[in-house]
């Protein structure tokens, strides 16, 4: 411990001063923390610039959830003239807690510049440069702690959290693990090592590590929302209901009730659902697409005026928040819709009545309206019972039927057209969501069939590879752009016979313009909500047909399923 500050005290106030401290800290380390803070407190009424009384003092502050008067504590500490590596450690911990994270930064410095190989500072400078994006930074430093001090939990945890940043998932899974071998219950560890099993595919895992950290701690949230999530790749949605239900009672935590409201929705309770649809507006992920108009937000009541629905998400979420849009006629009095700019031409074509703009991110819409309504919360009051969900059979949306002609001129010389479409853009979910073009290739690429490509996105290496391992052509169009010229790609959906995609646009342009499509729907991460559950049709598009990969299915089995569907329509069709 540091020494008194030299004061005015008599002899015998130092010496007092010295067993008060002696006794204090002894009571600290024993976890009694009330009868420390009042010697603590003592000490500072004799000798209010006391290191070690302000420090330690401080430190009882934070436990105790006080983080603004532990900062103050320990910077009066600091600046007494007898500042530590310790204290300023425990300074930069404060710091990141209330998130003044160039600050702790500085904080972890001096520290460090003290005693270089300070495992607290070390870990706590990790954990800032994970956040700055400097994760071999990080890894340095949680290395050269764990190296200097093996028994160090929170150094394995935060070398694994660099580990995981830089996509080395198998050696993060085993630093929690050296992290857990030292503390068994350490709740970031816990937590971060269920996320990389459930990354890694083992969601049984993943929820094992969740209800560790809650049978100790019922009301963490951020583990019932992972376990929630574990329990969907699962596909026990119920159970994940539960889960996230009990994480937003437990602190309110808008991610929970947003994931709740997308499980429902898949499960049909619509109304119950949607209304917690709302929820997604203030989590982190949605927050930076929200579109702050000033016009009011639409009640879902009739109304003389113009309503304005603004995008949101992305160009599927468009096209399938985009079936409710025929049931607004009769219900306001104009519409102006704004849509992805490779959307305008096809939903202008398709619902003359209203008024199509290109969404920009930049800026909102500039023109007149009455009312604003985000395009994701017209289900709140279109879509609150299975009964609403009448989409005609050919689909909302109309393809250039020219263009379509054209194409399919080109293309019929007597075998089945089968258009296909085997990969997802999304970032999260784009492995467990796509499948092989080699799958589709093996299975479609018969003599009575004709393949061709809908898929968006450069594709030129897999193309090739299917014709030289498979001998099978996929052929692509030149003159269609499937990812910029969306209106095209629409109508070369309508000139095939039918459409084998995975859940991506492709899915959603091909139901909402009512060609036949067979959707294959994965299991666990990548099952979105909107194919709903324990179906194999859509009630968003009437002509879908959903082949649904079960848990541990390999892809190629489930493209087998559908293709035996579809080869029986290439041999009727050439009766």
């Given amino acids: 411990m540091a020494q008194a500050a030299a004061q005015n005290l008599s002899p015998q106030e130092r010496q007092a001063v010295a067993q008060a401290i002696e006794a204090a800290v002894a009571l600290h380390r024993r976890g009694r923390l009330d009868e420390a803070e009042r010697l603590y407190a003592g000490v500072l009424k004799l000798a209010p610039a006391h290191f070690d009384a302000l420090h330690l003092l401080g430190l009882i502050r934070q436990k105790q959830g006080d983080n603004p008067e532990a900062l103050r504590l320990i910077e009066a500490a600091l600046q007494s003239g007898a500042a530590t590596a310790d204290a300023y450690s425990n300074h930069g911990k404060i710091l990141m807690q209330l998130k003044r994270y160039g600050e702790a930064l500085k904080s972890f410095e001096q520290a460090l510049a003290r005693v270089p190989g300070h495992g607290s500072a070390l870990v706590g400078r990790a954990a800032i440069r994970i956040r700055m994006q400097d994760h071999a930074g990080a890894l340095a430093d949680a290395e050269r702690a764990a190296a200097a001090d093996e028994a160090n939990a929170r150094a394995w945890c935060v070398r694994g959290e660099a580990l995981t940043a830089l996509k080395r998932r198998d050696e993060a899974i085993e630093s929690y693990g050296r992290a857990l071998a030292l503390e068994p219950g350490l709740p970031e560890a816990l937590i971060n090592r269920g996320g990389q099993l459930r990354e890694a595919g083992d969601a049984v895992a993943a929820i094992a590590d969740y209800e560790t950290l809650l049978a100790s701690d019922p009301r963490n949230a951020k583990a019932l929302i992972n376990r929630g999530h574990a329990l969907v790749d699962l596909q026990r949605d119920d159970e994940a209901i539960e889960s996230y239900v009990a994480a937003f009672a437990a602190g309110g935590h808008p991610d929970a009730k947003a994931n709740e409201a997308m499980n429902r929705i898949r499960l049909g309770q619509f109304a119950a659902g949607w209304d917690a649809y ?298």
């Fill in 278 to 575: 709302e929820w997604r507006w203030q989590t982190d992920e949605y927050a930076v697409m929200r579109r702050d108009y000033p016009q009011p937000l639409w009640d879902g009541a009739p109304m003389p005026g113009r309503l304005l629905v603004s995008a949101e998400q992305g160009l599927g979420d468009h096209i399938l928040f985009g079936t409710m849009l025929p049931d607004l006629r009769d219900r306001v009095g104009a519409l102006t819709v704004e849509v992805d700019l490779r959307l305008v031409p096809l939903f202008a074509r398709s619902i003359s009545w209203a008024e199509f703009v290109a969404y920009d991110h930049n800026r909102l819409h500039p023109g007149p309206a009455d009312a604003h309504i985000p395009m994701g919360s017209l289900g709140r009051f279109l879509r609150r019972d299975p009964a609403e969900f009448a989409a005609p059979p050919d689909g909302h949306l109309r393809c250039d039927e020219a263009r379509a002609a054209a194409l399919r001129e080109r293309l019929d010389d007597g075998r089945l057209i089968v258009g296909v479409s085997w990969h997802s853009q999304n970032k999260k979910l784009l492995a467990s969501k796509s499948v092989r073009l080699a799958d589709l290739a093996a299975v479609f690429g018969q003599p009575q069939c004709r393949l061709v490509d809908l898929q968006y996105g450069d594709n030129a290496a897999e193309r090739a590879a299917v014709v030289r391992d498979l001998g099978v052509t996929v052929e692509k169009l030149p003159d269609v752009d499937n990812t910029d010229d969306i209106d095209g790609l629409a109508a070369l959906i309508r000139a095939c016979d039918v459409v084998v995609t995975v859940s991506n646009t492709t899915a959603h342009l091909a139901g909402a313009i009512g060609a036949e499509a067979h959707v294959l729907v994965a299991s666990g991460r990548g099952r979105m909500w909107c194919w709903m559950k324990d179906r194999d049709d859509s009630p968003w598009y009437p002509r879908v047909r959903l082949w649904r990969q079960h848990l541990g299915q390999p892809w190629p089995e489930v493209v087998a399923a559908a293709g035996a569907a579809v080869m029986a329509r290439a041999e009727n069709r050439g009766r």
